[in-house]
C-alpha cells in the first residue's frame, strides 16, 4: 500500500533542498553566550537574543539551584488547578511594578502569550489592524482569532487611520511589535496611542526585543502609554531576561479576563515554577544592571561608528541591539555570513521571503556579554571582506 501524503511530504521536503530553502538547526554545546560552541566550534555568536547575557549568568544559575531544591522541576498541573506556584505569583506581582502597570499575566512562552491575548481580547465581532513587519506569532494570533485582520504598511500611521476610521467593528485592536525583529527600529507608541484613544480601540504592544535593554531595561513604553488602561504590553522573557517564558502587563479587569476565558492560558501546564524564581532574580539583575546597560550601549556605538564607512554594505538606522547590515541580495548575503564563520564569527544572513527583496541582511545582534575586543573583532572583519 502506498503512503500518498507521506510521498509528497517527501517531494517536499526533496523541492526545499533543491531550491536551498531548507531550513536545519546548528547544534549548541555548552552554555549559552557570547561564546559558544557551535557545530563543534568555538565561535563568537553575534546572534543570541540574550541581550545582557544573562542566560548563563552565575547569579540566575544560583537561583535556579536554591528554586529546585524548595520546588522541584515540573509544575504539575495548570495554573487553574493546582499549578500556580507562589513563585509564579510573586514574579507576576514583580514584573507589574517594574513595568508600571496594574497587574500582569505569566505565560510559558510569547508564542502562547499573543494567541491568548489575540484570540480572548480582539472581541467577538472585533477587528485587529497589525504592522505589516509583525512577528509571524502575531500574524497567526491574529489569523486563529477569526477576526477581521487588517494589515497597514510597516508604520505606516495615515494608512492605519484610515483603516480605522473605515472600520465598523465595536471592538478595535491595533497591534504592533514594539522592537521590530528583523529592521530594530522602535514603534511610534504615542502616536498609536493617540489614534487607540481616536478610534476607541485597544493598542498591544509586543516589546519582545524591547524589555530589558530600552529604557535602562523597563522596555519601550513611553509614560503616556504605561498610564493608558488601553495599552496591553507584552513582553517575552528568553531574550533579554535570559529565562524563559512571557508576561502581560496591563488593566487588573484584563488581566482577570484572561485568566478567566484564555484558552493558551488555562489548557496548559504552568511552566515549571523554578523559572518563575530565576525571573525574579533576572528581574533584580535588569532593574540594578546599570553596568550591562552601560556596555551594551557601548557596544552599539562601537559597530555603528565602526561600520558607518563600510563599502559592501548599509547598516539600518537602529538603535536598539538588532544591527541588521543589508547586503542586497541573497547569495551575497550568504557568501559573507558564511566567509565570517571561516573567521570564527557567527552572524546569520536573512533572507526572502523573511525580509523583502533586495534587503538580505547579515542580522547583527549584540550582548553586554560581548566585549569590546568583539566587536573590534567583527568590524575588522566586515572591512576585510569589502
Ligand atoms: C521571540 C518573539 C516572540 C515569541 O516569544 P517566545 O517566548 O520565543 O515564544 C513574540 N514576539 C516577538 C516580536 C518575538 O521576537
Redesign the pocket.
Known sequence: MTHAALTRLQDGLAALKAEHLERRRRLLDGAQGAHVTIDGQRVVSFCSNDYLGLAADPVLVAAAHAALDQCGVGAGAAHLITGHHRFHHEFEAAFARFIGKPAALLFS???MA?LAVLTTLAGKKGEIFADKLN?A??IDAAQLSGVAFTRYRHNDLAQLEGQLAASTAPDKMIVS?LVF?MDGDIAPVDALLDLAERYDAWLYL?D??GFGVLNDGRGGLTERARASDRVIYLA?L??AAGVA??AVAAHESVIDWLIQKARPYIYTTASPPLLAACLQESLRQIETGDARHERLRRHIAQLRSGLADLKLGTLMPSETPIQPLVIGANADAVRLSQALLERGLLVPAIRTPTVPAGTARLRITLSAAHSADDVAQLVEALHALA
Do not use: F, R
Open positions: 512562552t510569547g508564542y499573543n512577528h506569532s502575531l511589535d525583529s509586543d519582545a526585543h517575552t528568553g531574550k517564558g512571557a
